[in-house]
């Protein structure tokens, strides 16, 4: 009779356990508006038809393993707009169904999510759109941003021209709106750090570079004069890659194409990295790319703080994750965290090329008096966003 | 003739001397250091990527993980020969011995899991599923529990060695690294690398009973990132390595003060002490030396060239 009653409640316990897992269910969606694509001139890479939803879907896994323990359970759902519909619909319907919302899409369709009266009490993180405004003046108080932004990689940049003194900075800026946002970010990092972009030209060849760039680009590059290092601001990577070993004088190419500051790259490898790398590679097929990180790190916070919280009440996971107790281990050497001020997510931006990791900012001697992490990006005083309460 | 009979004589004396063996992740070498001269004496080539190593508990073998070959490695520390491979799971990283001398614990970083395997018959005997990258193992004194932390899922998962099943998961500090019981077995002390932490738990309630943070002058908090640690002769103190901060914490670990932080090497990952515990090996991966401790002045005496990223640390008295 007494083992009877002990089996009975042995059962009750485990009910009672089953009851308290299903309250912690956590539903993401990753949304994508898609965009037009711009021809390039080289066929060499194709966009990944996963690119960032693979990051999302390793989070997810990630989250998953960890609340297999806690008896927290992850799902995620993929919406993808196509070009000319209206991603508010999708939004929508996505919130209604989860209020958080993994988004790939550009600053406007951000913004109007955001502001949409559905969203008001979800929580949102921006995974690829870099621009600075949706940081400081655009910034709204439930949208996250786990990508880097454009300011945070040019800055780092341009902390590594001024530790290696690269003070004669000559740039190519090309044709396209994203070219001319990152060239006007590397101009104001130049200034932040005590640097000057000297000679500029713009890039104005309508002709096939893969085939006369070894003629053209040495020419072309001759008028700017001498100089320690070559920016190019060439964000859709249509041509900076053929100026590579082809300028006038034998000058290092950075900036777009040569060294570049990311947010991930697959040469990172330090930091237990490798796992990461091998992980994402096993799963995808494929190296990981920077809107891949940043969409697993926007996962991987959302189910950092349902651990620590153990509540899937998106105002508290909001609270928690701006809050001085949160941090997210990211491969990249140092704790990141979000800042409280436009919420951002701070993190270490890579100097990379195709082959290897050259450094990783923000740089030795680069300090801070709060983070130094925060001489990346738009710190507290110059942020203009209001929306976070600062 | 007289001089070569007399070198042949001194040299098992030569063999005796305790040895502090140090696995060279980036050479696929282990160098031995004697304690005596402080001097590397042999470099031996392993498998590919080695990091944890560990003696036999009778010292007629040591087990290697050599990560990249997915194998744990068995090698005879006289003559640096690999006996045979022991099936260890994809990317052995690091293990612990049971105090049976007969199973091995075995972290698979790549898989999520933690792998048993009797060393006798050479068979995996359990496979049990925790954390996303399975990192530090350990072993209670009375062989009852067996650890292991997930750096990913940032958790401590608490493992019954009879059953082979987890009775307990709990939270720690991002990326927890290392764990080790004490002597006696009341506390488990877990480092956690992001967190800049060391957790203290007490072992029968399994709760956290303290916390230990770390501060170093004119070292950014960001980079005081503990990992590996040992505990003194009487587990009065700790040495705890903090990484990039190429320092060495001592603790009290009464008080869970810290009283002191060593200069060591850059990026110091783990350690092992001498057999009286007098002096402290600690592997600094960035600097590929090892940074001799002297444990009673605090102060670091010397540090000998190994390969590239030195890793583990093992004790051959």
């Known amino acids: ?390 | 003739m007289l001089r070569h009979a007399l070198a042949l004589s001194l040299l098992p004396f030569a063999a005796n001397a305790a040895e502090i063996w140090v696995t060279n992740e980036k050479d696929d070498t282990i160098s031995v250091i004697d304690i005596e001269t402080l001097e590397v004496t042999r470099t031996i080539p392993t498998g590919e990527r080695p990091r944890g190593i560990t003696f036999s508990h009778d010292y007629s073998v040591v087990y290697i993980c050599a990560s990249d070959s997915d194998s744990v490695q068995v090698m005879d520390p006289e003559t640096g020969e690999i006996l045979h491979d022991l099936p260890s799971g994809e990317d052995p990283e690091q293990f612990v011995l049971h105090p049976d001398n007969k199973h091995l614990y075995i972290a698979n970083e790549d898989d999520a899991i933690t792998t048993v395997v009797d060393v006798e018959s050479r068979k995996v005997v359990a496979q049990i599923n925790v954390g996303i990258e399975p990192e530090g193992m350990a072993v209670s004194p009375d062989g009852a529990l067996a650890i292991t932390t997930s750096e990913t899922t940032n958790m401590a998962h608490w493992i019954d060695t009879e059953t082979r099943e987890i009775v307990a998961n709990t939270l720690v500090d991002s990326r927890p690294r290392h764990a080790e019981f004490t002597e006696d077995g009341a506390e488990l002390w877990v480092s956690a690398e992001i967190g800049g932490t060391v957790s203290i738990f007490d072992v029968e309630s399994k709760a956290e009973k303290a916390k230990i943070d770390f501060e170093i002058k004119g070292v950014h908090p960001d980079k005081v990132q503990p990992v590996g640690f040992e505990f003194a002769e009487g587990d009065t103190h700790a040495f705890v390595a903090l990484g990039p901060a190429n320092h060495v914490a001592v603790v009290n670990m009464e008080s869970y003060e810290v009283e002191e932080y060593i200069l060591v090497g850059r990026r110091v990952w783990h350690m092992a002490f001498s057999p009286d515990k007098s002096q402290l090996f600690t592997t600094n991966g960035v600097s590929g030396d090892v940074t001799v401790i002297d444990v009673a002045s605090r102060e670091p005496i010397k540090s000998i060239k190994v390969g590239r990223y030195p890793w583990g640390a093992a004790l051959r008295p």
Request: charged content about 20%; overall charge negative; some cysteine.
């Open chain 1, 1 to 390: 009779m007494r083992a009877f009653l002990a089996l009975v409640a042995g059962l009750w316990a485990t009910a009672a356990t089953a009851t308290e897992a299903d309250t912690l269910s956590v539903k993401v969606t990753y949304l994508r508006v898609e965009t037009p694509e711009p021809p390039t001139l080289s066929n060499l890479e194709a966009r990944p038809e996963d690119l960032g939803r693979a990051g999302a879907e390793l989070g997810l896994a990630d989250n998953a393993t960890t609340g297999s323990f806690l008896g927290q359970t992850y799902a995620l759902e993929t919406v993808s707009v196509p070009e000319g519909e209206s991603p508010l619909d999708a939004a929508r319907a996505a919130l209604a169904a989860s209020p958080y919302l993994v988004i790939d899409a550009p600053a406007d369709a951000l913004t109007a999510i955001a502001d949409l009266p559905e969203a008001q009490a979800a929580l949102l993180f921006n995974a690829t759109a870099e621009d600075d405004a949706l940081r400081s003046e655009g910034c709204r108080a439930n949208l996250l941003h786990t990508a880097a932004s454009l300011s945070m990689r040019s800055d780092a940049l341009m902390q590594f021209f001024a530790m290696r003194r690269w003070a004669d900075i000559a740039m190519i800026e090309g044709p396209r709106p994203e070219d001319t946002a990152f060239a006007a970010a590397l101009r104001a990092s130049a200034t932040k750090f005590g640097l000057e972009i000297g000679a500029e030209k713009q890039w104005a060849f309508d002709a096939d570079m893969r085939r006369n760039a070894s003629a053209e680009v040495p020419l072309f590059t001759q008028e700017l004069g001498d100089y320690d290092a070559l920016l190019v601001a060439d964000e859709t990577h249509d041509f900076g890659r053929y100026l590579e070993f082809n300028t006038w004088l034998p000058r290092p190419v950075t900036g777009s194409e040569g060294l570049v500051p990311v947010a991930w790259a697959p040469v990172i490898e330090q930091w237990g990295a490798a796992q990461l790398q091998s992980r994402f590679t096993e799963a995808a097929g494929r190296p990981m790319a920077p809107e891949d990180y940043a969409a697993w790190a926007a996962i991987r916070t959302l189910g950092e703080a349902v651990t620590r919280t153990s509540t899937t009440e998106p105002a508290a996971i909001r609270a928690y994750v701006l809050g001085d107790s949160f941090e997210l281990a990211g491969f990249k050497g140092r704790p990141m965290s979000f800042r409280p001020w436009n919420g951002q997510l701070r993190q270490p931006i890579a100097l990379a090329h195709a082959r290897a990791l050259v450094a990783t900012a923000p740089l030795e001697g680069f300090l801070h008096q709060v983070n130094e992490l925060d001489t990346l990006g738009i710190d507290a005083p110059e942020s203009a966003c209001t929306a976070f309460g600062g």
